[in-house]
Nanobody
Framework: QVQLVESGGGLVQAGGSLRLSCAAAGLTFSSYAMGWFRQAPGKEREFVATITRSGDRTYYADSVKGRFTISRDNAKNTVYLQMNSLKPEDTAVYYC?????????????????WGQGTQVTVSS
C-alpha cells in the first residue's frame, strides 16, 4: 500500500520560512516524479512545484518561483519543499503527490498518489 506522509507545516509570520517533508512508502520512490500542490480555503487545489524522478529538473508555479525550492533524497524516500519569504497568501493545506513517470507536470490529474496534507498558515 502506497503511503505519502507530509510533515513540517505550522504557523509562521510573514517573511519566515518552513520546510515541508513528504515521506513515501510502498513504492519504488526513484521511479516516481514528485510534486507539491496546495489548496487554500474556498479555492481549487493548485500546483506549487514538481521534481523529476532523478531530481535533475524542477518546475515551479510563478507565484512561488524564487522563494520555494523542491528537492528529493531518493535514499530516504523523501521529497522536500523549502519555503522562504512566506506570504499570507501562501496559507493553504499543502499536499505531496507521486507520478509514475519521469516528470509529473503541473496538473493534479497527472499524479497517481496523494498524501493527506499538512497545514501551513502565514500570519501578517
Amino acid at each position: 500500500q502506497v503511503q505519502l506522509v507530509e510533515s513540517g507545516g505550522g504557523l509562521v509570520q510573514a517573511g519566515g520560512s518552513l520546510r515541508l517533508s513528504c515521506a513515501a512508502a510502498g513504492l519504488t520512490f526513484s521511479s516516481y516524479a514528485m510534486g507539491w500542490f496546495r489548496q487554500a480555503p474556498g479555492k481549487e487545489r493548485e500546483f506549487v512545484a514538481t521534481i523529476t524522478r532523478s531530481g535533475d529538473r524542477t518546475y515551479y508555479a510563478d507565484s512561488v518561483k524564487g522563494r520555494f525550492t523542491i528537492s528529493r533524497d531518493n535514499a530516504k524516500n523523501t521529497v522536500y519543499l523549502q519555503m522562504n519569504s512566506l506570504k499570507p497568501e501562501d496559507t493553504a493545506v499543502y499536499y505531496c503527490a507521486a507520478a509514475r513517470r519521469y516528470s509529473g507536470g503541473n496538473r493534479d490529474w497527472g499524479y497517481d498518489y496523494w498524501g493527506q496534507g499538512t497545514q501551513v498558515t502565514v500570519s501578517s
